[in-house]
């Protein structure tokens, strides 16, 4: 069974930073394409970044890009995302996510996804 932690949430200010890590166990982490989902209150679940494999290719919501950076470390077994320029509307419970690679993509769908963290909280104030 797949066990995803992530820490490094936290309250900033507005253009602040953070840097989130998901620690993964259970299986080979190599194999499993990772991502990054958030949810605001009130708010569907969506797909903030995602990551492949070998950590080559990688993918970003459009309200993300040039500000977030999504990477992950195969021999520590461990996802990051850094946050940079942080927006007030950045603000929600971030979760990371895991799912076998099975030669698709590794797009941050929330639907594809099958194996989730507890989430970690981001707080950006104005």
């Known amino acids: 069974q797949v066990q995803l932690v992530e820490s490094g949430g936290g309250s900033v200010q507005a253009g602040g930073s953070l840097r989130l890590s998901c620690v993964f166990s259970g299986y080979t982490y190599r194999r499993y394409c990772m991502a990054w989902f958030r949810q605001a209150p009130g708010k569907e679940r969506e797909g903030v970044a995602g990551i492949s494999i070998d950590g080559v290719f990688t993918y970003y919501a459009d309200s993300v890009k040039g500000r977030f950076t999504i990477s992950r470390d195969n021999t520590e077994n461990t996802m990051y995302l850094q946050m940079n320029s942080l927006k007030p509307e950045d603000t929600a419970m971030y979760f990371c996510?895991?799912?076998?690679?099975?030669?698709?993509?590794?797009?941050?769908?929330?639907?594809?996804?099958?194996?989730w963290g507890q989430g970690t909280q981001v707080t950006v104030s104005s």
């Open positions: 996510a895991a799912k076998p690679y099975l030669g698709r993509t590794c797009q941050p769908v929330p639907s594809d996804y099958n194996s």
